[in-house]
């Protein structure tokens, strides 16, 4: 004789097939070597990046003078070089002929030469010709280029003693928590969303196969839902765990470790774990949506109709909780935190930014909260749409919203 | 049998034997999808141990009533009771469903399949792989045990889930046109499954749009059309809805005797036809001696469910009924 399942019970049986049945599939096989995917890309557009900007080479300033003047500029930008390191390339233009006779703006078209812009005149009054925005910035650096030249004595610059210091400053630890905080956002971002879209699928796949009316006659929906939600984090886990293992494997031993970086304000123990607790959080809440949007749909077609607004609407939040990060204990931030799908991208930026931690417990509270509500919601649309059988069937009769919301 | 039977129905619904305990109860059961009503109005009386048969043709509402007896749906209004519970989920470890649309993950092995159908209803993993190979072993599908179900004839995948379905030896079995895309011997097997469930008081409840299947098996059957339910009972009570059916040949063609015979009575050829009146034969009988009739031959024949649905549900339902059973034998 047989026991009645609890509701958490029936979600393992499913969780278990589910986890068991995707963990042996060819789909995470293809899922393990997803992040390879992004890494091979941007290795492939930073080398051929790097290329372009070679072969482009550093923008040049043109010194059209005469003989004597360009002989000065040029000692004079010998003699500044090794002090400032953002001075443009100098290089000697019109074969000394009085710069008067130079036409600046035809050697800026010249396609064989690669100016910038050029300067014209005397050192003790140049004229710098070229695109505003270039001119204006090239402007301090000339005329430093001009005083020295014009110099009776060249500059001497003292020796500067290098004192240099092992900790960050504020400056640093502020950019680098910021950059830490996008970093984990945008992993969040991309992780949620795939393994949405994988819960999604498998949902339309169960569907497909008809087996959907078995589970629903044997156990309550909420545990369907909550099932295919938890065997889905199960997978992302393991995947997880085998990236982190052999990304970690690979950074150590080329030298590296996390004390060379600043740490987040939470530290990073606290920080890694807040970043799982906010990526299963981020994942039910994405994933839940997606599953009720699964039930309201009666076709693939239909599948893909209703989940391209709500991936648009998830970029929103995405944007909404990267602006926010920028603007820390502000309400723009609250809000952020509050929205149940912006809340944890907000929180690891949060967690990243600022050392409290209390908050992220109200904040995976109501998360955690929300999960359940879209997990009902879910699973009561799907009673109300999905099993109907009879003349009204199918995906053409009435509105999408109209089915979803009609009894 | 030509005659037009509607005339001799008796009126108002009969409800089934209530002294056993019902397995299932439903009161006055209402679904409505986007303002069509699939279900209006529906009341069965399932005794426990009990074959019983849900009889109507394609769209009549059977499928959305079994979905709303198993709580898979809920109903817009009425009430349901499933093994002495409102809510069918709480006795789902000892009710077994077969549903219309079969399906089974095409990646699991057969006796794995069985076991997840066990699992699901409550039995442990481990008891249900047992049982899974046992069943299979017992039913002739031993080769199959290991073989996924995407490597199953689909006949075969229809075995596996009619076993999955009983695993947990539920005391409830609901199935869904259990019979639709089997081949004759594989109904008859079926056929002998379900009697054989009953025998060991299983209550047994199953939809079905073939008569024949709802006849040979069936204690009580619900007659639905058009979402409504206008006859729920036993077979016989069903059947005795029309009065038995009188067929005489005479010598004579004319005479006296003729007077003595039912207003309804038809001739075809050298027979009369006409429903049994309700003082009996012996009058008639009588009559016909007393005025040298010349019997060749006399019989009277209790109809059957056929003609006790057409009476019921009415011509449309009857010919729906009969349109389904041909669209399945053309399949």
Partial sequence: MTGRLSTLQAAMVIARRDFTAILFSRSFFFFLLGPLFPLLVGGLAGGIGQRVQDHAGRPELGVAMSAKDVAAMTAAYQRLAPQLSNLPTLVSLGNGRESEAFDARAALSDKRLNLAAVVTGTPAAPILTGPQEQIARWQGPVGLIAAEAIAEKPSRFPDVALSPITTKTTADETRSRLVTAQLGQTVLFLLTMLLAGMVLSNLVEEKGNKIIEILAAAIPMDAVFLGKLFAMLAVSWVGITVWGLAGGAVWLSSGHSLADYPAPAVGWPAFLGLGVLYFSMGYLLLGSLFLAIGAMASTVREVQTLSMPVTMLQLLNFFFASFAMAQPGSAIELAAAIVPFSSPFTMLARAAQQPELWTHGLALGWQALCVALFVRAGATLFRRRVMKSGPAQGGSKGGLLKRAFAR | ?331
């Fill in chain 2, 1 to 331: 049998m030509g005659s037009s039977a509607a005339t001799s129905v008796q009126d108002g619904p009969v409800q089934g034997s209530a002294e056993r305990p019902l397995a299932i109860e439903a009161r006055g059961l209402i679904k409505r999808f986007d303002g069509f009503t699939a279900v209006d109005g529906v009341d069965l009386s399932v005794p426990e141990g009990s074959i019983y048969g849900i009889l109507g043709p394609n769209g009549a509402g059977k499928t959305t009533t079994l979905r709303m007896l198993l709580g898979i749906i809920d109903p817009d209004s009425g009430l349901r009771r499933i093994l002495g519970h409102d809510r069918p989920h709480e006795v789902a470890h000892t009710i077994g469903y077969l549903p219309e649309e079969r399906g089974l993950y095409p990646s699991m092995k057969a006796y794995e399949a069985i076991a997840f159908m066990g699992a699901l209803r409550g039995l442990p993993l481990n008891e249900g792989r047992r049982k899974g190979k046992e069943l299979l072993e017992a039913h002739g599908l031993g080769y199959a045990i290991d073989r996924q179900i995407r490597q199953l004839s689909k006949g075969m995948a229809q075995q596996v889930q009619l076993l999955g379905t009983l695993v947990h030896d539920p005391r409830l079995v609901v199935f869904d046109e259990p019979f639709s895309g089997l081949d004759a011997l594989n109904q008859g097997k079926l056929e002998k499954m379900i009697r054989g469930l009953a025998e060991k008081g299983t209550t047994v409840i199953f939809s079905t749009h073939v008569i024949a299947h709802a006849e040979r098996l069936c204690d009580e059957v619900a007659i639905i059309a058009g979402g409504k339910v206008p006859f729920a009972g036993p077979v016989d009570v069903a059947r005795d809805r029309i009065r038995p059916q009188v067929r005489l040949e005479t010598r004579a063609q004319d005479g006296a005797w003729r007077a003595a015979l039912p207003q309804d009575a038809r001739h075809e050829g050298s027979f009369w036809y006409f429903s049994l009146p309700e003082t009996g034969i012996e009058p008639l009988l009588r009559a016909l001696i007393e005025g040298e009739a010349g019997i060749l031959s006399l019989s009277i024949e209790r109809a059957g469910l056929h003609d006790a649905f057409v009476a019921i549900a009415g011509e449309a339902a009857a010919r729906a009924l009969e349109l389904g059973g041909e669209e399945e034998r053309s399949q």
